[in-house]
């Protein structure tokens, strides 16, 4: 059975330190007990996915993101990214996500706790920082602050406060939060291909 590390809120823990320093691989990690390369049909019956369907953003009919709310661990949701036409329902990226509401410095916070603890412990990975307007507000009032851990094998590791407008809090519904995420090297790719066009 295969190792895997598994992301929680405020902290990291790890089953095994040394394993992860040497981890090069994104699927050894897992956020609530999954993984990249699950099917999400392990954790969530068809019904729910069905139920959750109203719910998904679409990527140019290839990709699909649904968020589970429920009694998780470590998170208030958690997002899949999987094939639309793939029965199997295979996982491309995981997103463990925490809502802060109007307590932003508490995202930042609680972010830089968690970057801190992977930068020691990524020791042979390199980080970069991202702070943008977020490409789904065009009045450049939403905010994104991540932090990326990419490996060499494909992937990466995000961990990200979103900081959205009062306007698309009324508009959307959309809170503060923060999002820990692992996404594949194929989702990655489609991602830069859909965002660059």
Known sequence: ??????????????????????????????????????????????DEIKKEKEDEYKYKHTFATIGFTRNFENYETVQIDYKINDKNFKIYGITGVIYFDDNFNNCLKKKNEIVSELKTSFRNIESRDENKNHWADKTGNSKTYSTYFEFKSGGYISVSCYDWSVKKNKEKGWYDNLKVGIISQEFQNFLVKTYEN
């Not at 295969?2 to 090069?24: D, M, Y």
């Not at 994104?26 to 068809?46: A, C, M, P, Y």
């Open 1 to 46: 059975m295969r190792k895997k590390i598994t992301f929680i809120f405020f902290l990291i823990l790890f089953f095994n330190p040394q394993h992860l320093v040497k981890a090069n691989d994104i699927k050894e990690f897992e956020i609530e007990g999954i993984s990249i390369g699950d099917s999400t049909l392990d954790f969530f019956n068809k």
